[in-house]
């Protein structure tokens, strides 16, 4: 329950320095794991075969994990803003827009907005 209590008072913790190489957390039970991911949504995961997870290497995992799904959200986004801005360039209107890259109207409308700003 300690490992628990701690994960949870430190999770936002600087990048996740507070558990680095903590014993206590490289031999957490597989259900003390469930619990922290319950309560507090993180996604640590282990070998489904083992009875104990190195909690310590699972976090590192799950934050670059997170990182690299950002980055590739980024990337994504990227991708739909220049073809949002093509598209301006070939006078379509904001619904015709929307419809092309399966975005809300709202979300064409900012994109706009920012390429606007950037542009002057």
């Known amino acids: 329950m300690g490992s628990v209590l701690q994960f949870i008072k430190h999770q936002s913790d600087d990048g996740g320095r507070w558990i680095k190489g903590k014993r206590r957390f490289q ?19 282990g070998n489904e075969k083992d009875e104990v997870v190195d909690v310590c290497r699972a976090w590192e995992n799950s934050l670059k994990n997170a ?7 980024g990337r994504i986004a990227g991708q739909i803003e220049g073809k949002i801005e093509a598209y301006i360039d ?16 709202e979300y064409v409308r900012e994109v706009v907005k920012k390429l606007s700003a950037v542009s002057q």
């Open 27 to 45: 031999n957490v039970e597989k259900e003390a794991v469930e619990l922290i991911n319950m309560i507090t949504g993180a996604n640590i995961a």
């Open 67 to 73: 990182k690299d799904e950002g980055q590739r959200e």
């Open 90 to 105: 070939c006078n379509m209107t904001i619904p015709e827009i929307a419809k092309k890259v399966s975005k809300p109207e």
